[in-house]
């Protein structure tokens, strides 16, 4: 193998994951804060409770990406924890 392959069997699920934490958890987050106004409360409630609920799924998301086995396995958990917060979120629009 030559050295750039070899380096780039190194870095390439590295650079993955990075990108999965970035926008995959931003992404997430932002579903998640837009799910939270089908919640039954009052509006401005929901919005706090969603912005607030926002911090805490994209620090949630970057902690799995890294701790998932493989980089595709990250990029699996985010996409299942995305399902349901779209189906409420797509409720909402």
């Given at each position: 193998m030559t050295p750039l392959v070899d380096r780039a069997r190194r870095v390439g699920p590295l650079c993955s994951?990075?990108?999965?934490?970035?926008f995959g958890g931003y992404a997430l987050a932002a579903l998640g804060s837009v799910a939270a106004l089908a919640l039954p409360m009052s509006k401005p409630q929901a919005?706090?409770?969603?912005?607030l609920a926002s911090?805490?799924?994209y620090a949630g998301a970057v902690v799995w990406?890294?701790?998932?086995?493989s980089a595709l396995r990250a990029w699996a958990g985010?996409?299942?924890?995305a399902a349901p917060l779209a189906a409420a979120a797509w409720s909402v629009w």
């Amino acid at each position: 193998m030559t050295p750039l392959v070899d380096r780039a069997r190194r870095v390439g699920p590295l650079c993955s994951r990075i990108v999965a934490a970035l926008f995959g958890g931003y992404a997430l987050a932002a579903l998640g804060s837009v799910a939270a106004l089908a919640l039954p409360m009052s509006k401005p409630q929901a919005v706090l409770t969603g912005m607030l609920a926002s911090f805490a799924i994209y620090a949630g998301a970057v902690v799995w990406v890294f701790a998932a086995r493989s980089a595709l396995r990250a990029w699996a958990g985010l996409l299942v924890a995305a399902a349901p917060l779209a189906a409420a979120a797509w409720s909402v629009w």
